[in-house]
């Protein structure tokens, strides 16, 4: 599990600052996401499956926001390029090992759906988010399980 504010200082607020994605929701909502999803870092591949990096992205849902949502949209192409080192679509495995390339791709993820994001100290409303629209109806999270891993992260 990584150190909290750690993530938050030297990958959270840089990567998002410069996607221009920045807001302390946003902020909140992918350490929600990181806690539930890979128990705060401690998993870079899923156990039996496909998903990759800390917050555990499957492949099939990475290529599907580079060719729906990323390639249609120049100016967020642009910055990726130019702050990520982005040329082409990556490989989705740079994910396990390029934290900073794994907090992009979930903050984008999320910011395909027109729903505002739940506030920072919303704890059930974040759930709710991450559960309809990360981990989706038919993910195997629960809400205890998963309140009880970011409550767990938050004090790493």
């Known amino acids: 599990m990584f150190k909290l504010a750690q ?18 929701d946003a902020e909140e909502l992918l350490v929600f996401t990181c806690a539930t999803e890979s128990n705060g870092g401690s998993l870079l591949v899923q156990v039996k499956g496909p ?18 949502y990323i390639k249609n949209r120049s100016s967020l192409l642009h ?10 679509i990556p490989e989705a495995t ?5 934290l ?11 910011r ?19 559960k309809k629209y990360f981990n989706t ?4 999270s629960t809400k205890d399980k998963s309140i009880a891993d970011y409550r767990r992260f938050l004090k790493s």
Not at 79 to 88: C, G, K, L, P
Not at 100 to 110: S, V
């Open 7 to 24: 993530f938050r200082e030297h990958i959270l607020l840089p990567t998002l600052s410069a996607l221009q994605m920045y807001s302390k």
């Open 112 to 130: 395909r759906f027109a729903e505002a994001l739940p506030k920072a100290n919303d704890v059930d409303g974040m759930w709710e988010y991450y």
């Open 94 to 98: 740079r994910m396990i090992y390029d």
């Open 51 to 68: 998903a990759l990096g800390v917050f555990q992205m499957e492949p099939a849902t990475y290529i599907d926001i580079w060719q729906n």
């Open 137 to 140: 109806p038919l993910g195997k």
């Open 79 to 88: 910055i990726i390029a130019m702050n990520f080192n982005v040329s082409t």
């Open 100 to 110: 900073e390339f794994a907090t992009l791709m979930a903050r984008i993820h999320y």
